[in-house]
């Protein structure tokens, strides 16, 4: 049962959509109210499990750390970083007496959890936020109770689960043509390109650059036929420019946010000085969301959205920012000038001026809405969105990827770790830039990376502009990398059931060991994860490791893939150590579960997933099919597969 205590007046996020009993105090924090602030504070027991806070750094369990909750543009950063590029306020404490607790507000949320082993959370915010707490007979059922109160998550078309590829760096349709050709050619499966921001012109939203673009309608129906989607991107910032409409139209309504004289705040981000829309506003998210017309006309069927915490290079009080000189980790608690301007804007809430910093959380996730909510009545099927910037709620309108990540083995680690914290805050299509976005990606990491990725919602290989080029085949030996992608298309009818399943039924699709194995190991356990309700996964996530270290936490079928064929083992419960080869994925199906595999295509308008074969030594499977694009997702497209 979820109770809610109210303090002040907080911002209504969204976040939540089902009604809450309020109670009269908390049940698990004593709070202490001070002048600006309230402190709220919980005894751990020495072996309680912290689970939670989405896209944040550090282990699966989240003690030993602190952790603020204000989206950030950080490229590099590491396991001592305080904020990332989204804000989920919930976490579980398991343990003796499990609960679960939300603190919902669009302002900045300090955590620290048995911080120096002082054997406490402490949760600091301003006077005003929503608190709600929930127990229950676990950290599973209490994660399910949360993804139910805050509502289904987006559900995006079948080919949003093939294989993406991305660069920053892209310009011309020759590029896009090389990527295409690249991955046919070399027979590894693909079914979309995302076009970065050198497709617009001078980066201006909802512009496409018609020297590098002749016709982009044409194209976008061409590379369809071939079975590949083009992605573009979307800013924040507006570019101040007479003649470009969205600017224009956004000046004459008066839909920007607004500088303490009230007049448009001006920040420079890609296109040189822009206004910011302000997203808080339903008629300017009508808007901004109507202007991806402009491309959904021609064709376009997804997007993403970026910069939209938002970044800011500098403005008109501040001068240059953090997001051109990032912040050393030892100097993150300084302030950055970033942060000094989201106290130079305001936006208007209900007919009220609000400083920006006070519901800073909300505004990359309102940008998502906004996009969301239109796409939805300008498309008749089902479409991809994702962004960088988040908060709890956004999850129904769109998917995440968690933002600049760089090319090394900690990255990866990162990714594995923050999967399933990402799935108890609602995002479940989410992922990572598979093969990171700054630094060279060696061959190796690239490997074991998607062989990981084979199992996120969101798989797409995106890197930054002057890396070494990451498109799978640059790289020497492309069985290697036929081998690890074709095992994606092979898994998607258990990736596509799992996910709708999930999505359905308020449930997680990726979980840590420790959800529904309680033995010391699957509770300590940060390398390993259930994908859905069959699968175990321990990728390979050491440099130059020809395999590692698995626990088993019950005996299980393994599964070894090859790119020829699946390989099935019994292998009892216990340690187990295994050799896995870089043309290889290893994963494990649980006992009396089965996966449907199939054939695999060279991309998911050509693949045949009622054509399965049930692995694993389950009888039976409960499998969604539908035709990969309807909006009507529903429990009546689950048939039950049993094994002949
Ligand atoms: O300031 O559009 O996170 O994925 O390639 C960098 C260029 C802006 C940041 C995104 C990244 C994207 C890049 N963008």
Redesign the pocket.
């Known amino acids: 049962m979820a109770k809610q205590v109210i303090f002040g007046t907080p911002y209504e996020t969204g976040a939540i959509v089902k009604p809450v009993e309020q109670a009269e105090g908390l049940a698990h924090f004593e709070v202490n109210e001070q002048a600006d602030k309230l402190v709220f504070r919980c005894k751990l027991d020495k072996n309680d499990i912290v689970y939670g806070l989405g896209e944040q750094v550090k282990g699966i369990n989240k003690r030993g750390g602190r952790y603020v909750s204000y989206n950030t543009d950080d490229p590099n950063h590491n396991d001592g970083s305080l904020s990332l590029y989204g804000s989920h306020n919930f976490i579980v404490v398991a343990g003796r007496k499990p609960f679960g607790a939300f603190f919902d507000t669009p302002g900045k949320v300090v955590w620290d959890i048995d911080v120096d082993d002082s054997g406490e959370i402490v949760v600091t915010t301003d006077q005003n936020v929503k608190v709600v707490e929930m127990d229950g007979d676990g950290a599973y059922p209490i994660a399910r109770e949360f993804l139910s109160l805050i509502g289904r998550s987006f559900i995006p078309p079948l080919w949003a689960f093939g294989f993406g590829q991305s660069r ?1 760096g892209y310009k011309r349709q020759r590029d896009f043509d090389n990527v295409a050709d690249g991955y046919r050619n070399n027979n590894i499966p693909l079914d979309w390109i995302c076009m ?2 050198d497709y617009m012109d001078r980066f201006i939203d909802f512009t496409v650059n018609v020297k590098r673009f002749p016709d982009l309608k044409g194209y976008v129906a061409a590379l369809k036929q071939r079975g590949i989607r083009l992605v573009p ?1 979307i800013d924040a910032g507006v570019k101040i420019e007479p003649g470009n409409a969205t600017y224009d139209e956004g000046i004459k309504n008066g839909f920007f946010c607004t500088n303490h004289e009230g007049k448009p705040f001006k920040a420079a981000v ?1 296109p040189g000085m822009t206004h910011f829309p302000d997203f808080f506003r339903p008629e300017c998210r009508e808007w901004f969301g109507n202007e991806y017309r402009k491309l959904t006309e021609l064709g376009i069927e997804g997007f993403w959205n ?2 939209n915490e938002p ?1 800011i290079f500098y403005s008109e009080y501040t001068g240059i920012t953090n ?1 051109l000189t990032p912040v050393p980790a030892s100097e993150q608690e300084k302030e950055t000038n970033a942060y000094k301007d989201y106290r130079n804007f305001y936006h208007l809430v209900d007919g009220r001026r609000v400083l920006h910093e006070k519901v800073h959380n909300l505004y990359g996730a309102l940008m998502t809405r906004a996009a969301s909510e239109q796409l939805d009545k300008l498309l008749p099927d089902r479409f991809l969105l994702f962004s ?1 910037s988040s908060y709890v709620g956004a999850h129904r309108y769109g998917g995440i990827w968690t ?2 990540n760089g090319s090394d083995w900690d990255h990866l680690a990162r990714n594995v770790r923050m999967m399933p914290s990402l799935n108890m805050c609602g995002f479940l299509y989410s992922g990572a ?1 598979t093969g990171g ?1 700054g630094g060279n990606c060696s061959r190796e990491l690239l490997l074991r990376w998607l062989a990981f990725s084979c199992f996120t919602p969101l798989m797409r290989n ?1 890197t ?1 502009i002057l890396t070494r080029k990451q498109e799978c085949y640059r790289y020497g030996g492309k069985e290697d990398f036929q081998s690890v992608v074709s095992l994606r298309y092979k898994l998607l009818p258990y990736i596509y059931s799992e996910f709708v399943k999930a999505a359905l039924s308020s449930d997680m699709y990726i979980k840590p060991l420790g959800f529904e194995y309680f033995d010391e190991r699957s509770l300590a356990v940060q390398d390993q994860l259930l994908v859905g309700e069959s699968v175990m996964v321990a990728p390979v996530i050491e440099k130059g490791a020809k395999g590692r270290k698995v626990w088993l936490p019950d005996e299980m079928t393994e599964v070894r893939y090859d790119g020829n064929c699946f390989t099935c083992e019994r292998v009892p419960m216990g340690e187990r150590e295994i050799k896995v080869a870089l043309n290889e994925v290893v994963f494990y199906i649980r006992k009396g579960k089965c996966v449907p595999v199939c054939k695999g295509a060279q991309c998911t308008d050509e693949l045949n997933m009622t054509d399965v074969v049930l692995l694993g030594d389950g009888k039976q499977y409960r499998c969604y099919t539908d035709d990969g694009f309807t909006k009507d997702v529903s429990e009546s497209n689950i048939v039950t597969l049993s094994r002949k």
Do not use: L, V
């Open positions: 920053w970065d921001i991107i890609w970026d910069m970044a997001s960088r933002g600049d830039d976005f995106h930054a």
